[in-house]
């Protein structure tokens, strides 16, 4: 049997993209170029390896047999009554001592585990937001609601806490005569400015998304919609909880201030959630 | 050289007998030498990385050669990433290539899984190797989604900040939970670091000790084979592992790292540098996980708005997709071979593989829960596809809704009507043609054989 040229030649491609790996990485930066070199190395190899082990290599198919696995009692039984022996399990108390002295040490080994983190508390209940707090953008400049466009919507953070991702709050200014607020909202929004938690129910990205057309809010990671007319209601998607509104009112300086923190925990919902 | 060896260890004798172990052939048995590969790939990439990457959450202001986000401010980690991308000679191609291997890593341990599952090969005796493979796939996973999220872009962030509200759905717990997890309410300065012993100590150590598991359990059973002349339940027909088997994987590893090393260079990945730095109150439209989360991204995509109180007690709507539908998926997957076992009474050792059609039952649950799965993948691109294809995302939305509950079980009978089918005709549509190969004789003359014969 004549050996394959391929065989030889794709050793001899393979030597080349080595070398020419190894040129190119002193002279250039190109991704590109470094991907396809050490693909022709390797991949020169390679099929210079299978070729050689499929086309070269005569040898023989052969059989083996299976050690039997069918499991032999009595070997099963010895193996029993060894770890079962008297001298073990004789001591009846102590077994019982060395059990629970395990199952306390198991806990004193894992209590630093709490370490990793603080204790919930009441912060998933509560943001930055306090009755008073300026509405800033994330340059620290507070809003007057002359600053929002009609249909507009803009990212805001209570003052001194720009940029805080637990109190990331939307503005949008909708024209009043279209907002039909849950009842004892309606002092919530000055000159047709809402408020409401950028934080998703659902999962909690950044509901970032402004239909102004239709006023819905839109979370672009799973699509969850929200009717801003009607406060943030769910209208499609997985999100099930409205998105929490900023209570609101102006300042004597004509500036947009919370009147309070959010009524609801904002975010994705948890079981022992405050649902009052 | 052996000698020395053998004279301290007595390992010639355990050697020869390593080097006689006998593969049976089938193209098919390779799928898991790939997963194997570009775990080899990802160790030797992921080492270089790590060499370079910063597992700081520190802000830091961007100064270096990519002019679009010059004077931002970022972690160190995400500025680490853009200089190993565009500083260090040969970073881009290394990460990109790390990438990758990821994917076809996951990849090539599912096309493992699907292969083992409908020849049957986890049944009695490799239930074992069966549950340690499907514990790999899981580890596979979370290995991918550590990594996916140390670049610290916007991007990962996003994924972190939906893997943390699936952790606080868990029943009651899961504030603390979360808390402990992440070091606080999300987003934290910790969790980078965190991630990071994750993904490049405690899950590749898990995943080496249970390689070890899985080719240890593999050696000491044996190998299955598919039916034919020869081969009987008690024996292992095919070639000694040295020299050809050991050649052709050898071989089979360098074309695994030449397709990653093409693909790492030649198609750009994750191009994080794109989607700037992490920022909590922003995120880009759209947003895509990496293929192998597709389906529980597509499954908290689907679920509806359902969020009942009861007793003052609130089930998040996260809690059913994002926790209970993988937790009850991959526990049905560990335990399929004792599911099946309890089902046919079949308590028999098998060391042949069954044929697909032979078992029309397990292959129509095998091709539904894959359409399950895909499904669910598709839901978890649904905004990209709705469009590409210029189709409401309502619409979309409610397809796959009813389509998860429906084309599963299609595909299912169908399934199981063809296999039925194929069974009684006797049919081998996938079978290659047996042809006639020539060869060359000594005497220069040809003759002519049959083209699956080895000799």
């Known amino acids: ?276 | 050289m052996l000698k020395w060896i053998d004279e301290r260890l007595g390992a010639a004798h355990w050697a020869r007998k390593g080097l006689k172990k006998v593969f049976p052939d089938h193209w098919s048995f390779l799928l898991g030498e790939i997963a194997l590969f570009c775990f080899i790939i990802l160790l030797l990439t992921g080492t270089y990385l790590t060499l370079f990457y910063r597992p700081d959450a520190a802000p830091v202001i961007y100064e270096g050669p990519y002019e679009p986000l010059r004077g931002r401010e970022m972690s160190a980690a995400y500025e680490s990433v853009l200089r190993l991308s565009y500083e260090v000679r040969a970073g881009l191609v290394m990460r990109q290539i790390h990438h990758w291997a990821a994917l076809v890593f996951v990849a090539a341990i599912v096309a493992h899984m699907v292969r083992v599952f409908f020849t049957g090969a986890f049944r009695k005796p490799r239930e074992i190797n069966w549950m340690v493979g499907v514990t790999l796939l899981v580890l596979a996973i979370g290995m991918g989604f550590t990594g996916y999220s140390l670049p610290d872009d916007l991007l990962s962030g996003t994924g972190l900040r939906i893997a943390y509200s699936a952790v606080i759905s868990i029943p009651f717990v899961g504030p603390y939970l979360g808390f402990l997890v992440f070091g606080g309410e999300f987003p934290t300065e910790g969790i980078i670091s965190r991630l990071f012993v994750l993904h490049v100590m405690l899950l590749p150590a898990a995943v080496i000790a249970l390689i070890g598991v899985h080719l240890g359990v593999l050696w000491r059973q044996k190998h299955t084979q598919f039916a034919g002349k020869g081969r009987t339940e008690r024996n292992v027909v095919g070639k000694s592992f040295w020299p050809q088997q050991f050649f052709k994987s050898f071989g089979l590893m360098l074309l695994t790292g030449a397709a990653l090393a093409l693909l790492g260079g030649l198609v750009q990945i994750n191009a994080v540098w794109n989607y700037g730095p992490f920022d909590a109150s922003a995120v880009s439209a759209p947003s895509q996980p990496d293929w192998y989360v597709g389906w529980l991204e597509g499954a908290i995509r689907l679920f509806p708005a359902f969020e009942p109180t009861i007793f003052g007690v609130t089930i998040p709507s996260m809690f059913i997709p994002g926790v209970v539908i993988p937790g009850i998926g991959f526990t049905v997957l560990a335990l399929w071979p004792f599911i099946e076992q309890r089902v046919t009474n079949d308590r028999a050792l098998h060391n042949i593989l069954d044929n697909p059609r032979d078992r029309p039952a397990r292959s129509a649950i095998g091709v539904g829960g894959i359409l399950y799965v895909a499904l669910l993948t598709i839901a978890g691109g649904n905004d990209v596809l709705a469009l590409t294809f210029n189709v409401p995302i309502e619409a979309m939305v409610w397809f796959l809704r009813i389509g998860l509950f429906v084309i599963p079980v299609l595909g299912g009978f169908i399934t199981y009507k063809v296999c039925t089918e194929l069974q009684s005709s006797g049919a081998r549509p996938a079978r290659r043609k047996r042809g006639t190969r020539l060869r060359r004789n000594a005497e220069g003359g040809f003759e002519e054989v049959p083209s699956d014969s080895h000799s």
């Not at chain 1, 190109?30 to 991907?35: L, N």
């Not at chain 1, 503005?171 to 809402?194: F, N, Q, S, T, Y």
Request: glycine share 10%.
């Open chain 1, 1 to 276: 049997m004549r050996p394959a040229r391929w065989i030889y030649a794709s050793f001899v491609v393979s030597m080349l993209g080595s070398l020419g790996l190894v040129a190119y990485y002193l002279i250039g930066e190109s991704a590109q170029v470094e991907g396809v070199l050490l693909g022709l190395a390797l991949g020169g190899m390679g099929v210079g390896v299978i070729g050689w082990a499929t086309r070269l290599m005569d040898v023989p198919t052969v059989t083996e047999e299976h050690d039997t696995l069918e499991s032999d009692d009595s070997a099963v039984e010895q193996t029993e009554d060894m770890v079962g022996q008297d001298a073990v399990t004789r001591r009846k108390m102590l077994l019982r001592l060395a059990a629970g002295a395990s199952a306390t040490l198991g806990a004193a080994l894992a209590i630093p585990a709490l370490s990793l983190g603080p204790r919930p508390g009441q912060s998933l209940e509560q943001t930055k937001w306090t009755s008073g707090a300026r509405l800033v953008d994330r340059f620290g400049d507070p809003q007057r609601p002359e600053d929002i466009p009609l249909n507009g919507i803009k990212t805001v953070f209570p003052f001194g806490y720009e940029g805080e991702a637990d109190s990331q709050t939307v503005v949008i200014k909708i024209d009043p005569e279209l907002l039909d607020l849950p009842e004892g909202r309606e002092d919530w929004a000055p000159e047709g400015c809402v408020a409401f938690s950028k934080i998703c129910t659902h999962a909690g990205c950044p509901v970032g998304l402004y239909r102004a057309a239709a006023k819905q809010l839109l979370c672009p990671c799973h699509q969850s919609t929200f009717d801003v007319t009607t406060g943030c209601t769910p209208v499609f998607g997985p999100a099930a909880r409205p998105l929490p509104q900023l209570p609101m009112d102006v300042d004597e300086s004509g500036f947009l201030v919370a009147t309070g923190d959010f009524q609801e925990p904002v975010g994705p919902s948890f079981w022992n959630m405050d649902t009052e």
